[in-house]
Nanobody
Framework: QGQLVESGGGLVQAGGSLGLSCAAS????????MAWFRQPPGKEREFVAA????????RYADSVKGRFTISRDNGKNTVSLQMNNLKPEDTAVYYC??????????????????WGQGTQVTVSS
C-alpha cells in the first residue's frame, strides 16, 4: 500500500497561516477515516483533527478549534489541514494518519494504522 506523505510545513510568524497536505500513491484517501496528529518538542504525540470517510463529520482538539480546518480534496486525493492564527505552541511535527478498519473521528491514535513521516511546523513569536 502507498505511503502517506505530508507537505506544506515551514516557518511562520505568530498570527500567520499554513496549509498542510497529505497525499498517498496507491491509496484512495476518501475510502479512509483520516486524522492529523502533532508532536511538540519534548512532548507526546497529540490529536489535532479528524475527518470521517465521507468528509461530513470532523472533530478538533480544543486547542485548535476555530483556527484549524481539516478537509478532503477527492479530485487531488489529498487531505488538508488549514491552520490560521498560528501560535508558538502550535510548533510541532505534524503527522497525517488513516484508519483502514474504522470509520469515524477518533482522537486517540489506536484506530489509525498508517502514518506519514511528518512535516515540521515552526511558529515564531
Amino acid at each position: 500500500q502507498g505511503q502517506l506523505v505530508e507537505s506544506g510545513g515551514g516557518l511562520v510568524q505568530a498570527g500567520g497561516s499554513l496549509g498542510l497536505s497529505c497525499a498517498a500513491s496507491g491509496r484512495t484517501l476518501n475510502t479512509y477515516a483520516m486524522a492529523w496528529f502533532r508532536q511538540p518538542p519534548g512532548k507526546e504525540r497529540e490529536f489535532v483533527a479528524a475527518i470521517n470517510r465521507r468528509g461530513v463529520i470532523t472533530r478538533y482538539a480544543d486547542s485548535v478549534k476555530g483556527r484549524f480546518t481539516i478537509s478532503r480534496d477527492n479530485g487531488k486525493n489529498t487531505v488538508s489541514l488549514q491552520m490560521n492564527n498560528l501560535k508558538p505552541e502550535d510548533t510541532a511535527v505534524y503527522y497525517c494518519a488513516l484508519s483502514t478498519l474504522w470509520d469515524g473521528t477518533y482522537a486517540g491514535p489506536a484506530p489509525y494504522d498508517a502514518w506519514g513521516q511528518g512535516t515540521q511546523v515552526t511558529v515564531s513569536s
